[in-house]
């Protein structure tokens, strides 16, 4: 049996977005790719990606070696899992360097407000409105000094 993964964004209030699911399960139809395929689209996202300095990112999609081999995924699934991990990674070195080193801070900020243009979070990737309105509040919190939603979603969504 063939098994198909969807990617899903998860907010910090628990609204589940679908991001590219398309339906059906035809893999011949060039939407879907096999866990190489879906590695090998993640590895081209994090080689485009900023991290802060000294992180180095895990070159597979975590977790993925534990899905069975016949697994399909959504074709933006790696790219949008790799996107997750970049906005988990910002929100974190924010929180750790928010309050000892406001350069860094302001670096991490200045990266995260790249998000609401970014393909992780567009309409076609069915992220919902409630999903980038959430982001953009807790970014904006963020700015004012307010740690408290950038924490919830690290907490909830960057375990």
Not at 23 to 32: K, L, M, N, V, Y
Not at 44 to 70: H, N, V
Not at 96 to 125: C, G, H, N, V
């Amino acid at each position: 049996m063939r098994r198909i993964i969807c990617s899903a964004l998860v907010t910090s209030v628990g609204l589940v977005a679908l991001t590219g699911c398309a339906g059906g399960d035809d893999s011949s139809s060039g939407t879907f790719v096999s866990r190489e395929g879906a590695n090998e689209v993640y590895r081209a996202s994090i080689a485009d990606l900023d991290f802060p300095d000294g992180y180095r990112p895990s070159q597979t999609i975590p977790g993925i070696d534990q899905d069975s081999a016949d697994t399909t995924y959504q074709q933006t699934y790696g790219d949008t899992r790799a996107h997750y991990l970049w906005q988990c990674v910002w929100e974190q070195e924010w929180l750790d360097t928010r309050a000892t080193d406001a350069d860094a801070a302001e670096r991490a900020i200045e990266q995260l407000a790249k998000a609401p243009t970014m393909a992780y979070l567009a309409d076609s990737r069915r992220a919902d409105d409630a999903t980038r309105r959430l982001f953009t509040e807790n970014l904006d919190k963020a700015e004012l000094g307010d740690p408290s939603g950038v924490q919830e979603d690290v907490d909830v969504n960057c375990s």
